[in-house]
């Protein structure tokens, strides 16, 4: 069966709206834990030590950084499975791949 324009204009929506809901719930997460942790709390958690320094010096030093990447890899971990449910996954091209495609034998 064949998807009207429709069909995929409404899937498409669906599909950035799932996008930009997870990006703007993760920027939330690293504002929370660069701002609020490092610069609002930055009193109270200077007297928590961690690896020996201040906690607030930490997460404003290493946390925020480490969080950022730690969102990075769920953001493509969360991408690819929503890649793969609306059928948009990117392809890659192998040598191999392209030959069959041009009907050249390797």
């Given at each position: 069966m064949k998807?009207?324009?429709?069909?995929?204009?409404?899937?498409?929506?669906?599909?950035w709206k799932k996008n930009t809901r997870?990006?703007?719930?993760?920027?939330?997460?690293?504002a929370l834990v660069?701002?609020?942790?490092?610069?609002?709390l930055a009193k109270p958690l200077s007297s928590i030590q961690f690896?020996?320094?201040?906690l607030?010096?930490?997460f404003a030093q290493q946390?925020?950084?480490?969080?950022?990447?730690?969102?990075?890899?769920y953001y493509a971990k969360r991408?690819?499975?929503?890649?793969?449910?609306?059928?948009?996954q990117e392809v890659i091209l192998t040598e191999e791949s392209t030959s069959k495609d041009k009907g050249v034998s390797t």
């Amino acid at each position: 069966m064949k998807e009207t324009q429709q069909d995929l204009t409404r899937k498409q929506k669906e599909y950035w709206k799932k996008n930009t809901r997870l990006i703007s719930i993760l920027l939330v997460i690293w504002a929370l834990v660069s701002l609020v942790a490092a610069i609002i709390l930055a009193k109270p958690l200077s007297s928590i030590q961690f690896f020996g320094v201040p906690l607030a010096f930490w997460f404003a030093q290493q946390g925020s950084i480490i969080i950022f990447l730690i969102l990075i890899f769920y953001y493509a971990k969360r991408m690819d499975k929503l890649d793969k449910e609306y059928d948009v996954q990117e392809v890659i091209l192998t040598e191999e791949s392209t030959s069959k495609d041009k009907g050249v034998s390797t």
